[in-house]
């Protein structure tokens, strides 16, 4: 009884100081999500309260909140749409790979911790924060804006991407050998291949069979059925993350939309739990001895990021100002990061305390720069034409002077957004 008491105590004092929280951000304008994860750090481990009966309860809240976070995001798009993007972003995928995986690489072997530690941490600079993002796409509004499509391809190419890099990373740290992490792979490639395939094909059928009038009914199916997929996803080695982003995609129609409006204030919640979580999971004194390498990185892959969303902002035909909303969104990083470092810390001990401090950098900076990027770049890029259009000093001049005739005229154009 003392046990489930302090569990109610503990537990309705986080959420009412999320709800707190969440106030405050929002009239200051802001996301929540750092203050979150903040407000985790001080009721983590070594923080100021330490939270003890609530722990096991928060670690399900924050499984369940990604799922959430990643089944909303797929309810807004359908399997047709999914396609077609995997087959016109591919190339900002690679270049996502290149740009975001090399630094993390680098760094890994830089500080002597072999091919393995190398891998794991590239995957923890590469992968963006779907759950993060998605959070801030939608406290911004930016659902529907132009470049929403083009920062949701390469997240879903990311995401996909884990199908392929967490079996081959486990089988890495096992020190399986090329059958053993072939098997796993194909495994994986097949989960995720057959999810598509039902939602391409029988989605329609899934959705009428979800589909009813009734809204409790309808909660509970589609709510159930989300669990399952991501649970049987994680079994077969593929992130619980991805298959409940493929529940999303299978999902259409009206069954789609009233699963997207009983379900986003349960999202909220839960993904809130999950960003607490996060800083609950930290211990603040592991931090300060790895701060400056892990700054360094996050420094670094900002800006990778940015020009990741640049250019895949490009490619889709948007203009400067959707370039810099882009690339300002795909920064953070989260819930990926923290898998991958988790799977590597048992080989790698020393890849646990700097991935968790780049990401809460990134995690708290993501948000600010999704706001910011783009005000900042179009200020910069505004300073730089008032420069360049200011006449050039009058020197006198034995010669003639040119007509208007000889004048060149100076011709600028920009992009629409």
Known sequence: MH??????????????????IGRFAGRMGLSPIPLYLLAGLAFGEGGLLPLGASEEFTAIGAEI???????????????????????????SGAVDFVLNA????????????????????????WISSSGVIAKVMTDMGRLGNRETPVILG???????????????????????????????????????????????????????????DNPEMLLLVVLGLTVLVAGVAQQLQVSAAVGAFLVG?????????????????????????????FGLSTDPADIPPVLLPAALLAIVTVFTKIGTGWYA???????????????GTLVARGEFSIVIAGLAVATEPRIGPIATAYVLILVIV????????EPVASLLQ??????????????????????????????????AD
């Open 3 to 20: 046990d489930t008491t302090a569990l109610l105590i503990e537990l309705g004092s986080v959420i009412l100081g999320l709800g707190i």
């Open 65 to 91: 909140g990604v799922i959430l976070l990643l089944l909303l995001l797929g309810l807004e798009y359908s399997a047709s749409e999914l396609v077609t993007s995997l087959k016109t972003q591919y190339p």
């Open 102 to 125: 090399t630094p993390g690489a680098i760094a890994g072997l830089m500080l002597g911790w072999g091919p393995v530690g190398a891998v794991a941490l590239a995957g923890v600079t």
């Open 154 to 212: 390469v997240l879903v190419i990311e995401d996909l991407a884990m199908a392929v890099y967490l079996p081959l990373l486990t089988a890495m740290l096992a020190g399986v050998g090329l059958a053993g992490g072939s098997i796993a792979l194909l495994i994986a490639l097949g989960t995720v291949g057959f999810v598509l395939y039902l939602a391409l094909r029988h989605g329609r059928l899934i959705s009428r069979a979800v589909s009813s």
């Open 249 to 277: 995609i299978a999902l259409s129609g009206e069954v789609a939309e009233g699963a997207r409006k009983l379900l986003t204030p349960l999202r909220d919640l839960f993904a809130a739990v999950f960003f607490v979580f």
């Open 313 to 327: 902002s490009r490619r889709a035909g948007i203009g400067p100002r959707g370039r810099w909303r882009a690339g």
């Open 366 to 373: 993501g948000p600010l720069t999704a706001r910011w990027t």
């Open 382 to 415: 505004a300073k730089l034409a008032g420069k360049a259009k200011r006449p050039a000093p009058v020197v006198a001049s034995s010669g003639p002077m040119p007509s208007h005739d000889d004048l060149t005229p100076e011709h600028a154009g920009r992009d």
